[in-house]
């Protein structure tokens, strides 16, 4: 196997795994909203949905697993998921070439500040 095989052959298995984040990801949220729709649905009490949740109050919800806690444990990994693909992605480029390092980092940096700037 020649040198250019060999990188041929980690770009495929990094692009394989870089998938699979997203797709774990999506799976695993539409199963949480599927699930906390599904309880919520059979629940009388269904939240307002005018109803606005404080962090504490969705933290509690998801500690105590009722429907509205799983519905933003899903949101939680929806927004999660492509924070997660950067990292990967950054891990990547640490081991071949730290130049294309540069866009993830500036990416996830962006994304951090405008998530904090929004609370």
Same mark, same amino acid.
């Given at each position: ?9 980690? /770009? ?8 699979? =984040? ?15 729709? /599904? ?5 009388? /009490?269904?939240?307002?949905? &005018? ?5 504490? /109050? ?18 939680? @990994?929806?927004?999660? @998921?492509?924070?997660?693909? =950067?990292?990967?992605? =950054?891990?990547?480029?640490? &081991? &071949? ?7 993830? =980092? ?14």
């Amino acid at each position: 196997m020649g040198e250019a095989e060999a990188q041929r052959h980690i /770009s495929h298995r990094a692009e394989r795994v870089l998938s699979h =984040i997203v797709m774990s990801g999506a799976v695993i949220s539409v199963a949480l909203f599927a699930f906390g729709i /599904s309880m919520a649905l059979g629940n009388s /009490s269904i939240v307002d949905e &005018k109803q606005t949740m404080s962090l504490d /109050s969705i933290v509690a919800s998801m500690s105590s697993m009722n429907s509205m806690g799983l519905i933003a444990l899903g949101v939680l @990994t929806v927004i999660a @998921t492509p924070l997660v693909r =950067i990292l990967a992605t =950054i891990l990547y480029f640490a &081991k &071949k070439d730290r130049l294309l390092m540069v866009l993830p =980092i500036v990416t996830f940096i962006l994304i951090v500040v405008g998530f904090v700037i929004r609370m």
